[in-house]
Every structure is written in structure tokens, then in C-alpha cells.
């Protein structure tokens, strides 16, 4: 049984419409999208580069107060008791290899890259870089990165130094 002609042809008129309305709704939705993104290519941009003391003056920037302090030799095979290294803004490495701010050659029990003190604005961190013995604060060994305070001892390889601000 077949529908009679006027049906089928209401049903297919009434599909034909569906589907052109779809049409002009998607092309309608994809038009706001690229209007919406031309317009924000087309704005001004409002972000700009401040030297540091006009951030400063502007009351946008905080201070960078670094935790500094300085690291003093107790005993070491390669060092002279009594010697100081300043900690700064940057990161201070010790071991027995020549490319160290601090080289310990004559330690014997030191690995080529041993321990990094990284200053930073909540202290001064010591973090082992994968020695053969440790590194160890206060007779503990490291096992991820401390922060150091004052008056810690920190034994690389034989070399003792302690931390002071």
C-alpha cells in the first residue's frame, strides 16, 4: 500500500523546508563566530611593558625580597676553614668537578656535581644533584630539596659548611 500522491509529496515539501532552515541556522552560527573573532582581532590591546621602578611606583609589582645568607666552611679536605661564599640571587653548586662556583678536587668522597643552594623569596634551598655519598643536613640525609636555617650544617662529601643569613 502506497500513500496516495498528495501525502508523500506534503512529507518530502515539509522535509525539503527542514532541511533548508538547518542550513540557514548553521550558516547563521558560523557568521556570529567569525564576526565574534574579527572584532576581538580588530580591538586595541591593552597590555604594555613597565621598566621596574615604574612597576614599582605604580603599586604593581611586589618587592623580590630573596632570601640570601652566606655558607661557611667548618672542615674540608680541599677548602680553608673559615672561608665564606656569599649566596645571592643565584644558585651556588659545589662538587668536585672544575665547572663548580665551588670546586672541592682534593674531597675525595665529593661527586663531580653534588649539591645546588638556590636562594629564593621563602629561603635558601639545598637540594642533592644525585651524588654517590648524599648530601646532608644537620647529620640527615636529603632526600628531595630543604630549606636551610640558620646555623644548619651541611656535610658534602667531607666538607662541612654551616648556614647563616
Known sequence: MTPPLGESIAVDEALVILK?????????FIWRIVRTASKDVRLPQESFIL?????????????????????????????EPGTTYELDSTPLTIGRGGQNDVPIEQDEFASARHARFEPRRDGVWVQDRGSTNGTFVNGAQLERPRRLAPGD????GETDLRYDR
Open 51 to 79: 621598566r621596574p621602578g615604574e612597576a614599582e611606583a605604580a603599586g604593581l609589582s611586589q618587592p623580590s625580597a630573596i632570601q640570601t645568607g652566606k655558607l661557611t666552611v667548618l672542615k674540608s679536605p680541599a677548602l
Open 20 to 28: 533548508v532552515l538547518f542550513l540557514v541556522l548553521l550558516y547563521l
Open 153 to 156: 650544617v651541611v656535610r658534602v
